[in-house]
């Protein structure tokens, strides 16, 4: 009697793991207000959206490929200027590639067997970072994926030595280093992983052939985008002038110092703003499937450990962190959660493990992607903008509509993402300090120039209050009617 699932059950499981993926990335996109970074990125896409534009920033943001890819999304929903882009249809490409890794993951977790594969798929449908990064109009989310997608282009050349998938894995290496500038670290970890796992030598007769021809077409897909498809050729030195500011922005911590167990303890156990936030069932198959792992005869997990290990290390080392760099650990920890579980000698003990396990994860991502989403006690939400700011496009609508020939004045030496909320509207301007002449339809100020724009309006205005995000606090002055 056999224990091996059929195809079929194998292939529908796994497009309800996908389904079930999908529906936790797309539900209810625009819950959340836009994080400053989110903002950013939004309005730099509404430039290309409008204009046709883009040119890579060395010195800031990352690579092109979040905006390139979110063009035909928002052509394909009527949406052709930044005054028309929605947070739905910004946050539909990592949603988007967040479920198209936990289909990669299912291929790339396969030599485990079919059940342990799904259930891989399955943990990183559900567990909260995956699922609240997915949900963010970031980098991370894409680079992951398009990592798993060269990792499965390597597995499978090396198993089958078929030139197309070298030229898989060549498109997958350049659309990871044209997302972000730390993408040879993922390459690198994979090599050595497979240096300390050894498995058997490649199918390929040809190895210097196919290395040179996936390296050739990583160059060239990351020479397109980072060029804006030839339009910005000097967008080819930046991508590697960028290593400059960004190893300086790494080492320095650039304000985001952190311990070097931070990533780690996002995956623990600790109680803040009334809720538990645990992971702990999660990290328990991790660690045990690290142990499995050194048993003979378990290669690929082997691989996986350490490539999940030297990850690990790698974003502990730097000061800098940002939580949303733990999704990278997440596809190997489900890996070695699998591992795990596979290891089990009875197999009905193992689903049910499997099943506990996936339900936690739920519970988890229910509350930091939909309950709690931008709560200061969620550990994903990292000085994330404030619910107070959805307020705003009411209060500038009602200013402008009160003096249609007014402006909007934002005096502060911090203002994002209030740029994506008063997309569209006539007349705003921006100032890091307050200029001679304060007055305005509206004029949001942060506290630190509150007095000083007080100073220099003219005639009554009442005064409230806006929180644009954890201890930053802005003082939002509308003129009072005349009498």
Known sequence: MTTRLPSFAVWALLALVALGGLWLRTTDLARRPMHADEANQAVKLGELLEHGRYAFDPRDHHGPTLY???????????????????????????????????????VLATPLGAWPALAAAALLAVTPASVYYSRYFIQETLLVTFTLAALVGAQRWWHTGRPAWTIATGVALGLMQATKASAPLFAVAALLAAFIARPARPASPRLARDLSLALATAAFTAALFYSSFGTHLSGLRDAVLTYAPASGRVAGGSGHEKPWWYYLSLFGWHRAGGFLWQQVAFAGLAVAGLFIALRPGQTFLRWAAAFTVIIAVALALPPYKTPWHAVHLVPGFALLGAGMLAALPFRPLAVALAVVVVALQFTQTRLSSFVRPSAESNPFAYVHTSPDILKIRALADAALSRAPGGTIHVISEEYWPLPW?????????????????????????????????RERLHGPYRESFLGLRPGFLCVVFTPEPSP
């Open 421 to 453: 909320y008063l997309r569209g509207l006539p007349r705003v301007g921006y100032w890091p300090t307050p200029p001679t002449d304060c007055d305005g339809a509206l004029v949001i100020a942060s506290a630190a120039h509150a007095g000083a724009v």
């Open 68 to 106: 390139y890819f979110a063009v035909p999304v928002a052509w394909a929903r009527g949406e052709t200027t930044l005054a028309a882009l929605t947070e739905t249809t910004v946050r539909l490409v990592p949603a988007l590639a967040g479920t198209c890794a936990i289909l990669l993951l299912f």
